[in-house]
Nanobody
Framework: QLQFVESGGGLVQPGGSLRLSCAAS????????IGWFRQPPGKELKEVSC????????YYADSVKGRFTISRDNAKNTVYLQMNSLKFEDTAVYYC???????????????WGQGTLVTVSS
């Protein structure tokens, strides 16, 4: 069963930074697009960012533009999400998966990974 493995979350003060990592249980991330998603407490899962291996293009939700950067290291089969200038509202469980939208991911992924919790608090 395909699963994605997220890591790198933690507790950080507002204005701080974290770098999240995404890997696949299969050991490879040989997918056209890899996306990051997040679910704040009591809220819906939503798209954060995604990157295409074909075009190199990236997408960012308006709420994270200019603060988050997505990148992929194909040699390490890892996709990263560098998060800077973190805000209280960035607090959420972050997930990664192949695809750029929650809808697209749900069409093939039976179960999301465990995610990694990011808590922004003073």
């Amino acid at each position: 069963q395909l699963q994605f493995v997220e890591s790198g979350g933690g507790l950080v003060q507002p204005g701080g930074s974290l770098r999240l990592s995404c890997a696949a249980s299969s050991g490879t991330l040989d997918y056209d697009t890899i996306g990051w998603f997040r679910q704040p407490p009591g809220k819906e899962l939503k798209e954060v960012s995604c990157v295409s291996s074909i075009t190199g293009g990236t997408y960012y939700a308006d709420s994270v533009k200019g603060r988050f950067t997505i990148s992929r290291d194909n040699a390490k089969n890892t996709v990263y999400l560098q998060m800077n200038s973190l805000k209280f509202e960035d607090t959420a469980v972050y997930y990664c998966a192949a695809g750029c939208t929650v809808l697209a991911v749900r069409k093939y992924l039976e179960r999301w990974g465990q995610g990694t919790l990011v808590t922004v608090s003073s």
